[in-house]
């Protein structure tokens, strides 16, 4: 068995018990919570992951699952602005209308993380396939790979892949490096899911969802 090289092996084994703790931790949120997570990753591209668990907490403060009032100066607030906050409030809105047709699927255990996914993607208006795999891991769905420029740093670094995707990868292309990301975890017996959160806590210093 091949073995994570250096830098990585050190932060891994200093950081594994975190690490596992926080997969655990997302395994047991429960699913009166699963839509404020998808809210959250739907806020959280080109906006810190730190503003948009602010501006959760503001919306599940005022009970917007049950009230569906417009969110748009939730998002717009200075104090932890959301770029893009008109886009994203409309798709909020729209996602607390179709929720209902979604969280059975999220709750059926005979389906597999990929068939999760692309009922997610089919069901919500704008995701894309980081943000879709980035809220099934958030409600402790495993083994789908949350691929961005960051991910793909270490990646490349680590050989798994031979070059850093210019932009968005196509569908076809993200299933393709999942691919290669599982395979390369099965051979050094550490999980995707682990790996994950490896990578982003060396860019960032935080184990963080």
Partial sequence: MNKLPEPWLTVYEERQAAIRQRLQDFSVIPASQYFYEL??????????????????????HDHFLERGFDPTSYLR???H????HNVKAK?????????????????DRSLGPEAKRE???????????????????NIGVRSLAI??????????R??????IPNGGPTKNRYIEIEKQWHAY?????????????????????????
Wanted: proline share 3%; glycine share 4%.
């Fill in 119 to 137: 009922i997610v993607l089919a069901t919500v208006k704008g995701l894309g396939m980081k943000e879709a795999s980035h809220f099934l891991r």
């Fill in 147 to 156: 691929l961005d420029r960051h991910i793909f740093k270490h990646l490349n």
């Fill in 91 to 107: 798709r909020l809105l729209e996602v607390r209308e179709s929720f209902p047709e979604l969280l059975p699927h999220l709750l």
């Fill in 158 to 163: 680590l050989n798994v892949i031979k070059e």
């Fill in 77 to 79: 607030d200075a104090r």
């Fill in 185 to 209: 975890a099965k051979r050094i017996g550490i999980s995707l899911d682990e790996l994950d959160l490896l990578f982003w806590s060396m860019e960032t210093g935080v184990i963080r969802k």
């Fill in 81 to 84: 602005y959301i770029r893009f």
């Fill in 39 to 60: 809210a959250f990753c739907i806020l959280t591209p080109q906006s810190s992951a730190a503003n948009a668990e602010a501006t959760i907490a503001e919306l599940i």
